[in-house]
């Protein structure tokens, strides 16, 4: 599953890339509701509603408010929230249109970054870290989650890291939105993998146990 997702994200950016060259526009490809911006925010999008079923079918299981990683759950929902508006806000852009405001409307310029915009995005950003830091004991329990979602995270720096510092018009800058799908895909394949575990583990105690021929509830 893990290698299918990253797969498709792979050719879909050597797809775009291939279109770039032959077209040099960005803007059909990479541009606004384009392909692979709607691929990111689909990643995202999914990724959310994952978080959601992860939270419900965990306090579907028996006792789970007395196991160790309950507190854990409620990472799930949170940042599940967190992803739907970052996929709806990415989509449409809302955070571009509040730094064209900012910028234009409000004559308000942010030192250091690129675009006024990024104070909105590291804003998100600084919010999605503290999340990850209050649940982080929590998160590394999980062998088979947390690498990837720690990798997607890495991908997501590198991204806004490109974004917010690298010259325009640069080689830097084609980093910014192939680390971002990327990025996108391993924290989408994380949610996948979670949502699998807790679906397995709510099926084997809802299967009957043959106890004496006849079938009994656990």
């Not at 919010?127 to 990798?151: E, M, Y």
């Not at 325009?168 to 391993?186: I, K, M, R, S």
Request: with cysteine; proline share 5%.
């Amino acid at each position: 599953m893990v290698r299918t997702i990253l797969a498709l994200d792979v050719l879909a950016l050597i797809a775009a890339g291939i279109v770039y060259g032959l077209t040099t526009n960005l803007a059909v490809t990479f541009g606004e509701f384009g392909p692979i911006q709607t691929l990111k925010a689909g990643h995202l999008l999914v990724s959310g509603v994952c978080g959601y079923l992860i939270y419900t079918r965990f306090w579907r299981l028996p006792h789970a408010g007395q196991r160790v990683d309950a507190h854990g759950s409620f990472y799930w929902i949170l940042s599940g929230a967190g992803l739907v508006w970052l996929s709806i806000d990415d989509y449409v852009q809302i955070h571009e249109r509040l730094g064209d405001v900012l910028e234009e409307d409000l004559g308000i310029t942010i030192p250091l970054l690129n675009n006024p915009d990024d104070i909105i995005v590291l804003g998100y950003a600084i919010v999605a870290l503290i999340v990850v830091a209050i649940f982080f004991g929590q998160l590394r329990r999980s062998r088979a989650v947390f690498p990837l979602l720690a990798t997607g995270l890495g991908f997501l720096v590198v991204s806004l890291a490109v974004d917010f510092f690298a010259p325009h018009g640069t080689a830097l800058t084609g980093l910014e939105e192939p680390t971002n799908v990327v990025g996108a895909g391993f924290i989408l394949s994380a949610y996948l993998v979670k949502l699998r575990e807790v679906s397995s583990e709510l099926q084997e105690v809802a299967q009957p146990i043959e106890t004496g021929g006849l079938p009994s509830a656990p």
